[in-house]
């Protein structure tokens, strides 16, 4: 049975007279961070531009590569997901799609449907 070498390092004493590294003296942080250009911003900022209440309730989705079978998906948030294969199930859903926006019921009031 041979015995298992050992590191040179494992088990080596200590080294007298070691030095404790210093820390760097702290300073007050002003102006901008050395080593960022010029106008470059250092945090991501809102968008200036403000809302104006409108967000996308329904998403129509066309494939049609040149020679190959087109496809589309149509879906709503109010939980209408549909799908078409070919050309002529395609031009169907994309006219279904465009008719949903005025039955889909997050796109519109009980007041509008009163008045209709």
């Given at each position: 049975m041979n015995t298992p070498t050992r590191s040179p390092l494992?088990?080596?004493p200590a080294a007298s007279g070691a030095q404790v590294?210093?820390?760097a003296p702290?300073?007050?942080?002003?102006?901008?961070?050395k080593g960022v250009a010029e106008g470059v911003p250092?945090?991501?900022?809102?968008?200036?531009?403000?809302?104006?209440?409108?967000?996308p309730v329904a998403w129509l989705r066309i494939t049609a590569p040149r020679g190959a079978t087109p496809?589309?998906?149509s879906k709503c948030l109010c939980g209408r997901d549909r799908s078409a294969v070919g050309h002529t199930r395609v031009l169907?859903?994309?006219?279904?799609?465009?008719?949903?926006?005025?039955?889909?019921?997050l796109r519109t009031t009980q007041e509008g449907r009163a008045a209709a």
């Open positions: 494992e088990g080596q590294a210093e820390l702290l300073t007050p942080a002003m102006g901008e961070p250092i945090a991501v900022r809102l968008d200036p531009r403000p809302g104006d209440g409108r967000y496809t589309a998906t169907a859903l994309i006219a279904d799609h465009e008719a949903h926006r005025d039955t889909c019921p």
